[in-house]
């Protein structure tokens, strides 16, 4: 009886090896790339999409997305309505998720580093100053990039931001992933097939209240988190930013650029109180917009509101610009 149960044990593990090496085949060929490739030092290629608009841009700007996603999530509700204002709007996939690579793994979980390497990838194709605008997971980031990168941020714009520490804890699944010897047994055998059952459910709670845009994990590729490399990115990137953000917290009042936080009073992701409401009493000068009835994705929900934010913050940046010598 227990050679026979140890049998079916393996039968399924290797069932479950088989068909997330089929399926994440099948991911890739199906989402590949939608945009270019800047190649870094060291060999690391990052992935971006851009839009431009059809004169001389009247500022740049550069769209973070959250955890368990790419750059779609940022780019697809806010690019063309962007670049229609007169914006050129780069949105790069981070590091280890949809076709950006990850070269020293749990070390570029960390915001700091992913500023870092994303400001080598920006200013590779030519930028050299931009307002970074941040989602969930990359309200630390963009933070980041205005408290140590200020040379190169001209403002800000937090979307249900990520910024101090939280009670409770992450998603259970996060732990395991994080193991060195559990961690590549779950995203090689049961990451595929749990998120594939898992996913709509996943998608529906992100977006509570609001229902999901219609076929929103085929429109941003949102399959291309179960692969075992980006699943694993991923729970690093979740695993860190509590410690991450709990040490980066108190410099809030240290953001110096024209600053606009847009969140969703109904969050049932990030809380918009410990997040948002604090940063915009911490943050010197910075406006909010709390949007009634709205979940965790105001950029899908309510996508005029955020690009409102982020133009606010263009002409504020505008306005305080030096005048040049005639």
């Given at each position: 009886?227990?050679?026979?149960?140890?049998?079916?044990?393996?039968?399924?593990?290797?069932?479950?090896?088989?068909?997330?090496?089929?399926?994440?085949?099948?991911?890739?060929?199906?989402?590949?790339?939608?945009?270019?490739?800047?190649?870094?030092?060291?060999?690391?290629?990052?992935?971006?999409?851009?839009?431009?608009?059809?004169?001389?841009?009247?500022?740049?700007?550069?769209?973070?997305?959250?955890?368990?996603?790419?750059?779609?999530?940022?780019?697809?509700?806010?690019?063309?309505?962007?670049?229609?204002?007169?914006?050129?709007?780069?949105?790069?996939?981070?590091?280890g998720h949809g076709w950006s690579d990850r070269l020293d793994g749990a070390a570029d979980a960390s915001p700091a580093l992913q500023a870092q390497i994303l400001l080598r990838a920006v200013e590779a194709i030519g930028v050299s100053h931009a307002i970074v605008v941040g989602h969930s997971w990359s309200g630390a980031l963009a933070a980041d990039f205005a408290l140590d990168h200020a040379e190169f941020t001209d403002g800000l714009v937090l979307i249900s931001p990520v910024?101090?520490?939280?009670?409770?804890?992450?998603?259970?699944?996060?732990?395991?992933?994080?193991?060195?010897?559990?961690?590549?047994?779950?995203?090689?055998?049961?990451?595929?097939?749990?998120?594939?059952?898992?996913?709509?459910?996943?998608?529906?709670?992100?977006?509570?209240?609001?229902?999901?845009?219609?076929?929103?994990?085929?429109?941003?590729?949102?399959?291309?988190?179960?692969?075992?490399?980006?699943?694993?990115?991923?729970?690093?990137?979740?695993?860190?930013?509590?410690?991450?953000?709990?040490?980066?917290?108190?410099?809030?009042?240290?953001?110096?650029?024209?600053?606009?936080?847009?969140?969703?009073?109904?969050?049932?992701?990030?809380?918009?109180?410990?997040?948002?409401?604090?940063?915009?009493?911490?943050?010197?000068?910075?406006?909010?917009?709390?949007?009634?009835?709205?979940?965790?994705?105001?950029?899908?929900?309510?996508?005029?509101?955020?690009?409102?934010?982020?133009?606010?913050?263009?002409?504020?940046?505008?306005?305080?610009?030096?005048?040049?010598?005639?």
């Amino acid at each position: 009886m227990i050679r026979f149960g140890l049998a079916l044990l393996a039968v399924a593990l290797l069932g479950g090896w088989i068909f997330t090496w089929w399926q994440a085949g099948v991911v890739a060929r199906v989402y590949h790339p939608a945009g270019a490739l800047v190649v870094l030092g060291g060999g690391a290629r990052i992935h971006y999409t851009e839009r431009r608009p059809s004169g001389t841009p009247r500022a740049t700007i550069v769209l973070l997305h959250g955890a368990s996603g790419n750059q779609a999530d940022v780019m697809l509700p806010l690019g063309d309505r962007l670049a229609a204002l007169g914006f050129r709007v780069i949105a790069p996939d981070r590091p280890g998720h949809g076709w950006s690579d990850r070269l020293d793994g749990a070390a570029d979980a960390s915001p700091a580093l992913q500023a870092q390497i994303l400001l080598r990838a920006v200013e590779a194709i030519g930028v050299s100053h931009a307002i970074v605008v941040g989602h969930s997971w990359s309200g630390a980031l963009a933070a980041d990039f205005a408290l140590d990168h200020a040379e190169f941020t001209d403002g800000l714009v937090l979307i249900s931001p990520v910024l101090y520490p939280w009670p409770g804890g992450i998603a259970w699944y996060y732990d395991p992933v994080t193991m060195p010897w559990l961690g590549p047994a779950f995203t090689h055998v049961l990451t595929m097939p749990l998120g594939l059952l898992s996913l709509k459910a996943g998608v529906a709670e992100v977006f509570a209240p609001q229902s999901p845009p219609p076929d929103f994990a085929e429109r941003t590729g949102l399959y291309l988190v179960l692969r075992p490399s980006e699943f694993t990115a991923n729970a690093q990137d979740v695993h860190g930013l509590h410690a991450f953000a709990t040490a980066q917290g108190p410099r809030m009042t240290q953001i110096a650029v024209p600053t606009a936080i847009v969140a969703g009073d109904e969050d049932r992701v990030v809380s918009s109180q410990i997040h948002a409401v604090r940063a915009a009493k911490e943050i010197p000068g910075a406006s909010l917009r709390l949007l009634h009835g709205v979940g965790h994705s105001p950029h899908w929900a309510d996508p005029d509101s955020v690009v409102a934010a982020i133009v606010d913050v263009a002409d504020r940046v505008r306005a305080r610009a030096p005048v040049a010598a005639k």
